[in-house]
C-alpha cells in the first residue's frame, strides 16, 4: 500500500461553538481536530471505527503534547497531517499539524498511541495485516525530517526558576 508523506486530510472547517470568550478557537478543540487527524490516518490503517466493532481492539492516547502556536478564527478552514515518527507491535509515536490553509502552522502535537485489547482492557500487538500497514506508513514518512521540536519537553528555564 502506498501513502502520501506526510498524510494529509481535506481541509476542515472550524464550529462557531468552538470559539471562546477571547474570539478565537478553544484550546480544547485543537485536540478535537487532533483527534480528526489521528481518525483520518487510523482509518486508512485499517484500524478505524469499524475496528473496534468487527475485532474488538482499538487504539488509544497514551500521552500527547500540544503546542499552541498562531490563534485560528472562526472562519479559519485547516488542513492536519499525520507523520510516524516511530512504532512497535504495540505503539505508535506520531507528529501532527494543524496548518491554516493559507499555509501557516497554528498547532503541533506529538501524540503516543496504545493499541488496545478491549476484552481487558490492555495494551496487545496491533494484528499482522494493521502491522503491515503501520510499517509501510513509517517507511513512507522514513525520509521526512523529525520536526525538532519533537521529543521535546515542557520546561522553564533554570534561570527562573524559584528556590525552594
Same mark, same amino acid.
Given at each position: 500500500?502506498? =501513502?502520501?508523506?506526510?498524510?494529509?486530510?481535506? #481541509?476542515?472547517?472550524? %464550529?462557531?461553538?468552538?470559539?471562546?470568550?477571547?474570539?478565537?478557537?478553544?484550546?480544547?478543540?485543537?485536540?478535537?481536530?487532533? %483527534? +480528526? $487527524? #489521528?481518525?483520518?490516518?487510523?482509518?486508512?490503517?485499517?484500524?478505524?471505527?469499524?475496528?473496534?466493532? !468487527?475485532? @474488538?481492539?482499538?487504539?488509544?492516547?497514551?500521552?500527547?503534547?500540544?503546542?499552541?502556536?498562531?490563534?485560528?478564527?472562526? %472562519?479559519? +478552514?485547516?488542513?492536519?497531517?499525520?507523520?510516524?515518527?516511530?512504532?512497535? !507491535?504495540?505503539?505508535?509515536?506520531?507528529?501532527?499539524?494543524? +496548518?491554516?490553509?493559507? @499555509?501557516?502552522? #497554528?498547532?503541533?502535537? !506529538? *501524540?503516543? =498511541?496504545?493499541?488496545?485489547?478491549?476484552?481487558?482492557? +490492555?495494551?496487545?500487538?496491533?494484528?499482522? %495485516? $494493521?502491522?503491515?500497514?503501520?510499517?509501510?506508513?513509517?517507511?513512507?514518512?522514513?525520509?521526512?525530517?523529525?520536526?525538532? *521540536?519533537?521529543?521535546?519537553?515542557?520546561?522553564?528555564?533554570?534561570?527562573?526558576?524559584?528556590?525552594?
Amino acid at each position: 500500500m502506498t =501513502f502520501d508523506a506526510p498524510l494529509m486530510t481535506p #481541509a476542515m472547517t472550524l %464550529d462557531p461553538g468552538w470559539i471562546d470568550y477571547n474570539g478565537h478557537l478553544n484550546m480544547a478543540y485543537y485536540n478535537v481536530l487532533f %483527534d +480528526r $487527524v #489521528a481518525d483520518f490516518a487510523f482509518d486508512l490503517l485499517g484500524c478505524g471505527p469499524a475496528y473496534r466493532q !468487527e475485532r @474488538g481492539l482499538s487504539v488509544y492516547v497514551g500521552e500527547i503534547h500540544v503546542r499552541y502556536l498562531r490563534e485560528l478564527h472562526a %472562519d479559519a +478552514r485547516v488542513v492536519g497531517t499525520f507523520q510516524i515518527l516511530e512504532h512497535d !507491535e504495540k505503539r505508535i509515536r506520531a507528529f501532527q499539524t494543524l +496548518r491554516h490553509v493559507d @499555509g501557516w502552522t #497554528a498547532a503541533t502535537s !506529538e *501524540v503516543l =498511541f496504545l493499541h488496545v485489547d478491549l476484552s481487558g482492557p +490492555r495494551v496487545a500487538p496491533f494484528p499482522g %495485516d $494493521v502491522l503491515a500497514r503501520i510499517q509501510d506508513l513509517r517507511a513512507a514518512h522514513a525520509h521526512l525530517p523529525v520536526p525538532e *521540536v519533537a521529543g521535546k519537553g515542557i520546561a522553564l528555564s533554570r534561570k527562573t526558576m524559584p528556590a525552594l
